[in-house]
């Protein structure tokens, strides 16, 4: 099955600094990539998420890049404020039909002012 | 337009109870999917119902059993619950295209924070 593996597991950054958290994933046949942020105590929140047919994304202050060759994906948070602090999770799935997510273990961002 | 929505929110039980989780999907949305998310864990993937029929499994014993109702609503049971079946449970509901499957973006409910005693 698929296994996604997310760095750094702990992020400390002051306000106003750059944030890159990385993923890589085994299935080749992963085409769906997804980022959630989870703040304590709540759900998961989608804040972005790519396709296998698309390198780069962007909304705002945040972006998403993937490398299908590598199988790896990463998330780029800029400018980044101390409500960017939570728990942030990649996840993989499969090609269309199976929407199964697999999740990496998470990384929590603390952005200091 | 209502969320995802989850119940009970917190629940206590002892070990060899059973338990039953219940959820509401995203209005529009046809198919319901568990997870299981452990303290500074991912959430790991229980199974997923569509038509009233569990259409995917994750790595769970059959002790995690669950339902989806013609409304689209869904519920997961635990029978002789251990310890280590405490943790967040998490349900997303997520819509079908016709003759795709589910639509790969997945929408969290607030979760069932489950303790085992």
């Known amino acids: 099955g698929e296994n996604v593996e997310q760095h750094p597991s702990t992020l400390s950054v002051q306000e106003g600094d750059s944030a890159v958290i990385k993923c890589t994933y085994s299935?080749?046949?992963?085409?769906?990539f997804p980022w959630y942020k989870q703040e304590l105590g709540k759900r998961p929140q989608l804040i972005i998420d790519?396709?296998?047919?698309?390198g780069e994304k962007k909304d705002q202050r945040i972006a998403v890049t993937l490398n299908k060759t590598a199988k790896h994906f990463s998330l780029h948070i800029t400018e980044t404020q101390p409500e960017d602090s939570a728990v942030y999770f990649c996840?993989?799935?499969?090609?269309?039909?199976?929407?199964?997510?697999?999740f990496g273990k998470g990384t929590m961002l603390l952005v200091s002012p | 337009d209502a969320g995802v929505t989850q119940s009970p929110t917190h629940l206590i039980k002892t070990r060899g109870q059973q338990v039953t989780l219940r959820c509401s999907p995203k209005?529009?949305?046809?198919?319901v999917s568990w997870y299981q998310q452990a303290l500074g864990q991912g959430p790991q993937f229980i199974f997923q119902?569509?038509?009233?029929?569990?259409?995917q499994r994750g790595n769970f014993p059959d002790r995690f059993s669950g339902h989806q109702f013609p409304n689209y609503s869904s519920e997961l049971n635990v029978n002789a619950l251990l310890l280590g079946d405490s943790a967040l449970y998490l349900c997303?509901?997520?819509?079908?295209?016709?003759?795709?499957?589910?639509?790969?973006?997945?929408?969290f409910g607030p979760g069932t924070r489950l303790l085992v005693l």
């Open positions: 209005s529009g949305h046809d198919t």
């Open positions: 299935d080749s046949a992963s085409n769906y």
């Open positions: 997303a509901s997520s819509t079908r295209t016709s003759g795709r499957g589910p639509q790969e973006t997945q929408y």
């Open positions: 790519i396709r296998s047919n698309v």
């Open positions: 119902y569509y038509e009233e029929e569990e259409r």
């Open positions: 996840a993989a799935s499969r090609r269309p039909g199976y929407s199964t997510l697999t």
